[in-house]
Every structure is written in C-alpha cells, then in structure tokens.
C-alpha cells in the first residue's frame, strides 16, 4: 500500500510541475467559445446554455473515475437551488482536447467565471455549498 501511495504522490507532483493548473480558466475570465456535444450527441454552445442564466460547469475525467461519479452524484441534491437561482448545471466529461483535471466553475450571467476550482490532486473537489454560496452572493467574481 505504502509503494502505491507513493507512486501515487509522485505521479501527482509531476503534472503539478507541468504547470497545467494555470492552463485552466481563472476567476474573472470570459466563458470561451465552446462548442460540445450534448447527452443526444447534438451540438451546444456554452454561450447559448448561459444566455438562460448561469452555469454550474463541472469537469469530470469521466465514468470510469469512481470519485467523479460520486461528484456527479452529490451535485443532484442542490439541483432544485440550482434552479431557484436560474442556474443549470452542465457535466462535461474531459476528452484529450481539455484539461484531464476535474474542474468546477460558476459562469454568471454575462459570461464571466465567478467562481474556478481545479485541482490537480483529483480527490480534492469542490463544495458544491461554496458554488451555490457564490450564486447565492450575486455570481460575481472576487
């Protein structure tokens, strides 16, 4: 156990001494112009989904990620607040084009992120309460 953990560690130092973190999308950025499939495989714009309100985006490596389907899971209990606050929530599973990282942002709604977490550890995850405190506070950025 102590050989996988470390091995573990150290695979972890390695992509954080990639620097990939700073290739994510920060607090104050513009939502880029994104265009992915839906659960239909149909085209959608980030920027059409925002226009109705924020988004809650969150970033999976994918189902196969035991601690991303946990993530997935936990998100549907503030669903109803989601909505109470004009906010959907948008799950994205990371291909080879994005950030293999798991992810959360708050996109207001003007387009702008008001709220990141990535993370390169990918047990460390965000709250969801924080996410729907920052919606709660008017989805500005700090």
């Keep these: 156990m102590h050989l996988i953990r470390s091995s573990l560690q150290e695979q972890l130092a390695q ?3 990639t620097g990939i973190e700073s290739w994510a999308l920060g ?3 513009a939502l880029p112009s994104v265009t992915l499939p839906d659960a239909m495989g149909r085209p959608m714009s980030l920027q059409t989904l925002n226009r109705d309100g924020p988004l809650v985006i969150v970033c999976y490596r994918g ?3 035991p601690y991303c389907s946990l993530e997935l899971r936990e998100w549907q209990r503030p669903l109803p607040e989601l909505r109470r606050h004009g906010a959907m929530l948008v799950a994205i599973c990371n291909g080879p084009w994005m950030l293999p990282l798991p992810a959360t942002y708050l996109i207001d709604r003007s387009g702008v992120v008001a709220y990141a977490h990535v993370e390169v550890a990918y047990l460390k995850r965000a709250e969801p309460q924080d996410v729907l ?3 709660r506070d008017g989805a ?3």
């Design 63 to 65: 189902g196969w990620c």
């Design 140 to 142: 500005t950025p700090c």
């Design 27 to 29: 607090t104050g950025a």
């Design 15 to 17: 992509l954080r001494d």
């Design 133 to 135: 405190d920052r919606l």
